[in-house]
């Protein structure tokens, strides 16, 4: 890891801004090659982006409902996290553990997120045949 606290208050401006830039350089290789089976923080980050993927899940249940929308959704959030790594990397992701990270991460956010929707959809509807006033 790249300790933040090498930035020192001390300095001018512009040696401050070049000390970021080579923090914001050395930040990006390493987002790249961060996802990886074999070091602990490749498998911590894996871990985060499925915890994303339920938490996710969970927000589909709430903001969609439908159980129909849930893989367009799913497809179209990782498609704009697709673009925001592209921009902010400024090259397109090629790692295969990055692509299969977030195949698995969009297959299980879509299929709960179904899963969840679904159930509340097909849940019993309540008949009363009570009458409702009391004469």
Not at 62 to 77: A, N, S
Not at 122 to 133: F, M, T, V
């Amino acid at each position: 890891m790249i300790p933040l606290a090498r930035v020192g208050f001390t300095r001018s401006d512009k040696d401050t801004k070049q000390e970021f830039e080579k923090i914001k350089q050395d930040l990006k290789t390493e987002d790249i090659q961060i996802l990886g089976f074999s070091t602990l923080p490749g498998r911590l980050s894996m871990m985060a982006f499925i915890l994303n993927a339920l938490t996710c899940a969970l927000a589909l249940l709430y903001f969609i409902r439908r159980g129909k929308q849930c893989l367009d959704f799913t497809v179209t959030v990782h498609f704009f996290h697709l673009l925001g790594c592209w921009i902010y990397n400024s090259h397109f992701p090629s790692t295969l553990t990055w692509w299969l990270v977030h195949i698995v991460c969009t297959a299980l956010m879509a299929a709960i997120g179904e899963y969840l929707c679904m159930r509340i959809e097909l849940r019993e509807i309540p008949l009363n045949s009570a009458p409702k006033s009391n004469v």
